[in-house]
T-cell receptor
Framework: KQEVTQIPAALSVPEGENLVLNCSFT??????LQWFRQDPGKGLTSLLL?????REQTSGRLNASLDKSSGRSTLYIAASQPGDSATYLC??????????FGKGTMLLVSP | DTAVSQTPKYLVTQMGNDKSIKCEQN?????MYWYKQDSKKFLKIMFS???????INETVPNRFSPKSPDKAHLNLHINSLELGDSAVYFC??????????FGPGTRLTVL
């Protein structure tokens, strides 16, 4: 059974810092890995999707990497801003379009 | 402009009642999903439909019955509501085994 773990559970940084969020999964037989952000009381916003054959994806200040063989992904946020404050969720798809989610990292960026 | 919409946003009801949540997507996606986010914010897949056909039914009580009248709609009907059903329910859509787009969620409270 696939399990997804995200470390740290919470992170507080001053504005402008670069930061890394970690995600690990137990079964490397995945189709893709997705990163989402969730703002309080809101739905999830898709940030990046990395196919199993890819090593990384970039969108603006976000860069996600995938090491499928070791079961790890990182989300790198450059020059963090208070608007980046949210919960970041990692999810892996192992087939049949079904996502298994981690419990998230709650990020607070202070001005 | 809304991509994935859900109604209602909030639902408060008594134990034992039957209720429905509606979901619509205007993105032309083939696959739609229902997820449950519990009080600890953990998100878990409930159902997945592809081209109106059920493809995933995770361990969900049969009091929960999804219905997809067409590719753009996936409704969730819940019979005999229990206290433990209180959660936020998210609808999502996407291409099969692709990036998923989430609705704003329906917060269900069972009293």
């Amino acid at each position: 059974k696939q399990e997804v773990t995200q470390i740290p559970a919470a992170l507080s940084v001053p504005e402008g810092e670069n930061l890394v969020l970690n995600c690990s999964f137990t079964d490397s037989a995945i189709y893709n890995l997705q990163w989402f952000r969730q703002d309080p009381g809101k739905g999830l916003t898709s940030l990046l999707l990395i196919q199993s054959s890819q090593r990384e994806q970039t969108s603006g200040r976000l860069n996600a990497s995938l090491d499928k063989s070791s079961g790890r992904s990182t989300l790198y946020i450059a020059a963090s801003q208070p608007g980046d404050s949210a919960t970041y969720l990692c999810a892996v798809e192992a087939g049949y379009s079904t996502l298994t989610f981690g419990k998230g990292t709650m990020l607070l960026v202070s001005p | 402009d809304t991509a994935v919409s859900q109604t209602p946003k909030y639902l408060v009801t008594q134990m034992g009642n039957d209720k429905s949540i509606k979901c619509e997507q205007n993105l032309g996606h083939d696959t739609m999903y229902w997820y449950k986010q519990d009080s600890k914010k953990f998100l878990k897949i409930m159902f997945s439909y592809n081209n109106k056909e059920l493809i995933i039914n995770e361990t969900v009580p049969n009091r929960f019955s999804p219905k997809s009248p067409d590719k753009a709609h996936l409704n969730l009907h819940i019979n005999s509501l229990e206290l433990g059903d209180s959660a936020v329910y998210f609808c999502a859509s996407g291409p099969f085994e692709g990036r998923q787009f989430f609705g704003p969620g329906t917060r269900l409270t069972v009293l």
